[in-house]
């Protein structure tokens, strides 16, 4: 027992038999659970780090919290580091955890402060908040009006004397325990103990009180490295993988967590919890090309300047009054550049809508970790029903979806078949769902494996992409563990072919595949430098991969459409640019088109010309027309990601997205209106 004490006391817990490895519920992907929606909204991000939110999960938080949507934000770590709160220019600061810890906890308070427009010194309520296993946390509280913001710290120690990744063991290893830092100023004044299940049942304890519809998590499952050693121990990126060990380690935690919650609630026939989960790049974003322009950036970049904080300030903390290292003009001057871009690690291009053979409109999804379809309430209401379980779980945010010549529909998925730490088994695999008949049941889920060797490779996947050639083959695209593509082909008689790598060069996730007016095949994917494409040479044949494509540079996923006379033009965003780029296929420019924003943006063809979907400088959604006019969207519940634009035979092109009380909208902007 004096051994265990000691243990204890140096920051680790642990037996000297490793015990077995809990084998918590799991999802069932059987399709038919009720599903339990409220139509209320609730963001819950998941940060490693306190700053992580900031740097990576804006500006969407923002448009969120500006908008009125509660949030809570779970910080897993304390954040201490080495102790060292490091002044620019001073040399001579003293290791103080506990300080430290506290200091960063108050630049959140002062950077969300002033998010909520309010005075960035404005007190917080304290509290502590009892979480399952009688563990505590500090939570702090503030509102504005329709606004709130809630942060709870739980407060695990990065650091211990045996590991210095502390929770990455906490994922991997069996026989460790974490001890929880006291921060300076906070009401809780006792250490608590965590270990591998009891962090999962934690976060799944904070999932089921707050029941939110918008779950923000880091990437559970990093590219590969792409700098060299050197570069990496600079950048403070886990070997072998762009990102920092914590980021990875709490993403995989808090998929166990989304896992385990929607286990919990279905045990005997209950409901799935509705929510929509989105993850975001970490250090990869310093890989690749900045999708953020200027306006945007300024004021992502501005919010990290009161959690940065000042020494002089004056803010009533006694461990500090920010994390000085951060604030000012440094987040824009840094080289990693960090906060110039917002990536998401499975790129969702927006639901998949179809026009039932009855008229109304189906939408499909991912909502509680598995499919989903909310069909029309009545033909071209625009009001959906509550959504039917599809099953699949659990599976990554996105679906693609590819129809069959008889008007079947395929749905595409990413499925995290197993999601274990502790040497459990970690393994990703594509599934499809097809129907029977057209907008009629489905048959059951299939797995199409994967084109990866090994589990560590095998998540690295991407979101699946799917397109149906003029034979009537379809073909599914990845982005695999080379950041190049992969692909399955099916036939007209529904075998499948094996999968194939197609090369190309490094890319990043988000592909755009279609079919030209011959039937043949593009795919199209944003590298570092420019957009690679690869085509099928004639209908039927093989897609092969075209060097040299000569098109532009892109921050974001492209989209791609028909033009008047029937050749292909891409639209996208060049990188840190506002401005839109249209571009045709053999890489000539395509006429002007004012539509400025961020973000990716949709396509669809039309006789006048493209009808545009994205977001603006404020993040609401925006469509241009085929003839130009330009409408904004400014009712209805805040938009998630990516809207789909549909074709529909009776009102036109309508565009159709997920808000955050996770449930669909539609929008068939009139001339000279707003809605």
């Given at each position: 027992m004096a051994a265990i004490g000691a243990a204890v006391a140096a920051g680790i817990t642990g037996c000297t038999v490793p015990t077995p490895?809990?084998?918590?519920?799991?999802?069932?992907?059987?399709?038919?659970?009720?599903?339990?929606?409220?139509?209320?909204?609730?963001l819950m991000l998941i940060a490693a780090h306190p700053d992580d939110d900031l740097y990576f999960m804006n500006p969407d938080t923002q448009r969120m919290v500006d908008a009125g949507v509660p949030l809570v934000c779970v910080y897993v770590t304390a954040g201490e580091h080495d102790g060292k709160n490091h002044i620019p220019g001073r040399k001579d600061i003293t290791a103080d955890k506990s300080a430290y810890s506290s200091a960063r906890h108050q630049g959140l308070r002062q950077a969300y402060a002033q998010m909520l427009g309010l005075d960035m010194f404005t007190p917080w309520q304290k509290g502590v908040l009892?979480?399952?296993?009688?563990?505590?946390?500090?939570?702090?509280?503030?509102?504005?009006?329709?606004?709130?913001?809630?942060?709870?710290?739980?407060?695990?120690?990065m650091h211990t004397p045996r590991r210095w990744m502390a929770l990455p063991s906490l994922w991997h290893d069996r026989q460790l325990g974490l001890r929880t830092v006291v921060a300076d100023d906070s009401p809780v004044r006792k250490a608590?103990?965590?270990?591998?299940?009891?962090?999962?049942?934690?976060?799944?304890?904070?999932?089921?009180?707050?029941?939110?519809?918008?779950?923000?998590?880091?990437?559970?499952?990093?590219?590969?490295?792409?700098?060299?050693?050197?570069?990496?121990?600079?950048?403070?990126?886990?070997?072998?993988?762009?990102?920092?060990?914590?980021?990875?380690?709490?993403?995989?935690?808090?998929?166990?967590?989304?896992?385990?919650?929607?286990?919990?609630?279905?045990?005997?026939?209950?409901?799935?919890?509705a929510f929509v989960a989105t993850s975001f790049r970490g250090y990869y974003n310093r890989h690749w090309p900045k999708n953020l322009p200027e306006p945007v950036l300024r004021?992502?970049?501005?919010?990290?300047?009161?959690?940065?904080?000042?020494?002089?300030?004056?803010?009533?903390?006694?461990?500090?009054?920010?994390?000085?290292?951060?604030?000012?003009?440094?987040?824009?001057?840094?080289?990693?550049?960090?906060?110039?871009?917002?990536?998401?690690?499975?790129?969702?291009?927006?639901?998949?809508?179809?026009?039932?053979?009855?008229?109304?409109?189906?939408?499909?999804?991912?909502?509680?970790?598995?499919?989903?379809?909310?069909?029309?309430?009545e033909r071209g209401s625009g009001q959906w029903g509550d959504p039917d379980d599809l099953g699949g779980g659990p599976l990554a945010p996105g679906l693609g979806s590819a129809a069959l010549k008889d008007g079947r529909r395929l749905l595409f998925g990413l499925r995290f078949s197993a999601l274990g730490g502790h040497g459990g088994a970690n393994k990703r695999e594509v599934v499809v769902l097809e129907q029977r008949t057209p907008g009629g049941p489905f048959l059951a889920w299939r797995g199409l494996g994967n084109p990866e060797q090994g589990d560590d490779r095998g998540r690295r996947l991407g979101v699946p992409v799917a397109v149906t050639d003029g034979t009537d083959r379809v073909h599914l695209f990845v982005r695999n563990a080379e950041k190049g593509v992969s692909t399955r082909v099916r036939e007209p008689d529904g075998t499948w072919g094996p999968w194939r790598d197609l090369g190309g060069e490094e890319i990043q996730d988000g592909l755009a595949a279609t079919a030209d007016r011959t039937g043949r095949v593009h795919l199209f994917a944003t590298a570092r430098d420019t957009v690679h494409h690869w085509e099928q040479v004639a209908p039927g044949g093989r897609v092969t991969f075209r060097p040299d494509s000569g098109l532009p540079a892109s921050g974001d996923p492209v989209a791609v459409a028909a033009a008047p006379d029937g050749g292909l033009e891409l639209y996208y965003r060049a990188p840190t640019r506002e401005r839109l780029t249209a571009v045709r296929v053999d890489g000539a420019a395509a006429s002007r088109i004012a539509f400025d924003g961020y973000g990716p943006v949709g396509a669809v063809a039309t006789p006048e010309g493209p009808v545009l979907v994205g977001k603006d400088l404020k993040g609401r959604v925006q469509i241009r027309t085929g003839g130009g006019r330009l409408s904004t969207r400014t009712q209805g519940a805040v938009a998630l990601e990516s809207a789909t634009l549909h074709a529909h035979r009776e009102h036109g092109v309508i565009a159709v997205g997920l808000g955050a009380d996770a449930h669909p909208w539609t929008w068939a902007p009139e001339p000279r209106t707003q809605g």
């Open positions: 490895r809990r084998s918590g519920p799991t999802a069932d992907p059987a399709p038919g659970m009720p599903i339990a929606g409220s139509r209320r909204a609730q009892t979480l399952r296993g009688d563990r505590r946390a500090e939570i702090n509280t503030l509102s504005h009006g329709n606004r709130r913001v809630e942060l709870v710290f739980l407060n695990l120690a608590d103990d965590y270990d591998y299940d009891r962090l999962i049942d934690v976060l799944v304890g904070l999932m089921e009180q707050y029941r939110p519809t918008v779950v923000h998590t880091l990437d559970p499952d990093p590219d590969i490295q792409h700098s060299d050693e050197k570069t990496r121990k600079k950048d403070s990126e886990q070997p072998g993988y762009s990102d920092h060990a914590d980021h990875t380690a709490v993403a995989s935690f808090s998929w166990a967590a989304m896992v385990r919650w929607v286990a919990h609630a279905t045990e005997g026939g209950g409901s799935i919890p004021e992502k970049a501005a919010h990290l300047v009161p959690y940065g904080g000042d020494p002089s300030w004056q803010c009533g903390n006694s461990g500090g009054c920010g994390d000085y290292n951060v604030g000012g003009v440094r987040p824009l001057t840094n080289k990693k550049g960090w906060v110039r871009a917002t990536h998401y690690r499975y790129p969702d291009p927006g639901p998949v809508v179809v026009t039932e053979p009855d008229g109304r409109l189906a939408v499909y999804g991912v909502l509680g970790l598995r499919a989903v379809r909310w069909r029309e309430t």
